[in-house]
Nanobody, 127 residues
Framework: QVQLVESGGGLVQAGGSLRLSCAAS????????LGWFRQAPGKEREFVAA????????YYADSVKGRFTISRDNAKNTVYLQMNSLKPEDTAVYYC????????????????????WGQGTQVTVSS
């Protein structure tokens, strides 16, 4: 069982920055596939970014490419999401997700393919 705890959300003006953190339990963190997703009111949970150990790659949604950066610190069992140039449309609850290793048939961008989820952290961007 993997536990994930997000932090770092808050209220920020448009154009500002926030860094989200997600601390994970488990001894094999370095081999986890990790993702960030978000869910705005009345909308489905959507992919934001992923750092995939199984694919040795990072991925971003088109809407955040060039503004958000996902990174991981294996020594601290933590994954980060640096969010710059924030826009009101980035307002959502942000969730981190983890999996012990996605199979070739699974996708780092698909929320249904992750086994573990955090409780979420609210990000609100004012105009």
């Amino acid at each position: 069982q993997v536990q994930l705890v997000e932090s770092g959300g808050g209220l920020v003006q448009a154009g500002g920055s926030l860094r989200l953190s997600c601390a994970a339990s488990g001894r094999t963190f370095s081999s986890y596939d990790l993702g960030w997703f978000r869910q705005a009111p009345g909308k489905e949970r959507e992919f934001v970014a992923a750092n995939s150990w199984s694919r040795h790659s990072t991925y971003y949604a088109d809407s955040v490419k060039g503004r958000f950066t996902i990174s991981r610190d294996n020594a601290k069992n933590t994954v980060y999401l640096q969010m710059n140039s924030l826009k009101p449309e980035d307002t959502a609850v942000y969730y981190c997700a983890a999996d012990h290793g996605l199979s070739p048939k699974q996708s780092p961008k698909d929320k249904d393919d992750y086994d573990y989820w955090g409780q979420g952290t609210q990000v609100t961007v004012s105009s």
